[in-house]
């Protein structure tokens, strides 16, 4: 039975999101589920060889992508994504029985789902002072021990912990949705669909242009880049990794000659390719046309 790590503790939409890997037949069969305090905790098991996988939260469609996810999958041995997931997301507010919304004063809640519920927040219990958990789940687990009032939390946490909700379907916006990725050792790539993504890591020199140069990688081969962003790596003011996702495979040519080509010049950490949860962009040209005129131009064959 596969050992796969989570962002815990039990409740949090990871395991959720977890168990739609499960149920969608990403493993052969039942799985052990391994809670972890944190992205880069879930990360590690992996490097040290505790579990089989993990499954993490990458971005959120409210707040956008998940630092501490970027940054644990950028530092030490390197990790690959072989599949992805989208929850929609939406916030239950739990208390522990006898407190309603209006005794509310201390709010306990993850900092991204207390980003995007700041509006309902502000008109419902404005009085309410916030309070920093270190997950959805965990949120739970600090009303429970009576740390906070009330929490905004996932409805499964609040079953297991006997809570009461006193207010369910919260968000801010309409069709919030979380992607989350399953994470293992590097591997063999799941085959092409022609609805995939590739996702890398850029550590450019610092030098004019550099950007620039590896962009042009991909228009110059009309490869879509679906995202694009930079992080600090840390190491002093003003150095940054840049994460970038494309449409297409590893095995499409022009994936992998735009690849081949960062590599001559730049540090490339390749994190995978998979199947597309929903894509937006356009697929990578074909190279069934320009390999085939070579295959005539190699016969000699004339008029071509």
């Given at each position: 039975?596969?050992?796969?790590?989570?962002?815990?503790?039990?409740?949090?939409?990871?395991?959720?999101?977890?168990?739609?890997?499960?149920?969608?037949?990403?493993?052969?069969?039942?799985?052990?589920?391994v809670?972890?305090?944190?992205?880069?905790?879930?990360?590690?098991?992996?490097?040290?060889?505790?579990?089989?996988?993990?499954?993490?939260?990458?971005?959120?469609?409210?707040?956008?992508?998940?630092?501490?996810?970027?940054?644990?999958?950028a530092?030490?041995?390197?990790?690959?994504?072989?599949?992805?997931?989208?929850?929609?997301?939406?916030?239950?507010?739990?208390?522990?029985?006898?407190?309603?919304?209006?005794?509310?004063?201390?709010?306990?809640?993850?900092?991204?789902?207390?980003?995007?519920?700041?509006?309902?927040?502000?008109?419902?219990?404005?009085?309410?002072?916030?309070?920093?958990?270190?997950?959805?789940?965990?949120?739970?687990?600090?009303?429970?021990?009576?740390?906070?009032d009330?929490?905004?939390?996932?409805?499964?946490?609040?079953?297991?912990?006997?809570?009461?909700?006193?207010?369910a379907?919260?968000?801010?916006h309409?069709?919030?949705?979380?992607?989350f990725?399953?994470?293992?050792?590097?591997?063999?790539?799941?085959?092409?669909?022609?609805?995939?993504?590739?996702?890398?890591?850029?550590?450019?020199?610092?030098?004019?242009?550099?950007?620039?140069r590896?962009?042009?990688?991909?228009?110059?081969?009309?490869?879509?880049?679906?995202?694009?962003?930079?992080?600090?790596?840390?190491?002093?003011m003003?150095?940054?990794?840049?994460?970038?996702?494309?449409?297409?495979?590893?095995?499409?040519?022009?994936?992998?000659?735009t690849?081949?080509?960062?590599?001559?010049?730049?540090?490339?950490?390749?994190?995978?390719?998979?199947?597309?949860?929903?894509?937006?962009?356009?697929?990578?040209?074909?190279?069934?046309?320009?390999?085939?005129?070579?295959?005539?131009?190699?016969?000699?064959?004339?008029?071509?």
């Amino acid at each position: 039975m596969p050992r796969i790590a989570y962002f815990g503790p039990s409740g949090t939409f990871t395991e959720m999101a977890l168990a739609k890997f499960e149920s969608s037949g990403a493993f052969d069969g039942p799985v052990e589920r391994v809670a972890a305090p944190s992205q880069g905790a879930a990360l590690d098991l992996i490097r040290t060889g505790t579990v089989d996988g993990a499954v993490v939260p990458i971005e959120s469609s409210v707040e956008g992508s998940i630092p501490a996810t970027l940054d644990s999958l950028a530092i030490g041995p390197r990790l690959q994504i072989m599949a992805e997931t989208e929850l929609e997301v939406t916030f239950t507010i739990l208390a522990r029985p006898g407190i309603a919304l209006a005794d509310v004063r201390t709010l306990a809640a993850y900092p991204v789902a207390a980003a995007q519920v700041r509006e309902w927040v502000a008109r419902n219990i404005p009085e309410a002072r916030p309070f920093t958990s270190a997950s959805n789940a965990a949120a739970a687990e600090d009303v429970a021990a009576g740390t906070a009032d009330a929490a905004i939390s996932t409805a499964l946490a609040g079953e297991r912990l006997g809570l009461v909700t006193l207010a369910a379907g919260v968000a801010d916006h309409d069709q919030a949705i979380t992607r989350f990725v399953l994470v293992t050792q590097p591997g063999v790539a799941p085959n092409a669909t022609g609805a995939d993504r590739t996702s890398v890591v850029l550590e450019l020199p610092n030098e004019p242009g550099s950007l620039m140069r590896a962009f042009a990688e991909f228009a110059t081969r009309g490869v879509d880049l679906t995202r694009i962003e930079s992080r600090p790596t840390r190491t002093g003011m003003g150095t940054y990794r840049f994460y970038l996702d494309c449409v297409g495979h590893l095995d499409d040519p022009a994936v992998a000659e735009t690849l081949k080509a960062l590599h001559r010049t730049t540090q490339v950490r390749f994190l995978g390719s998979w199947p597309a949860t929903a894509l937006l962009g356009s697929p990578p040209p074909s190279d069934e046309p320009a390999a085939e005129w070579l295959t005539q131009l190699r016969k000699g064959v004339a008029d071509l």
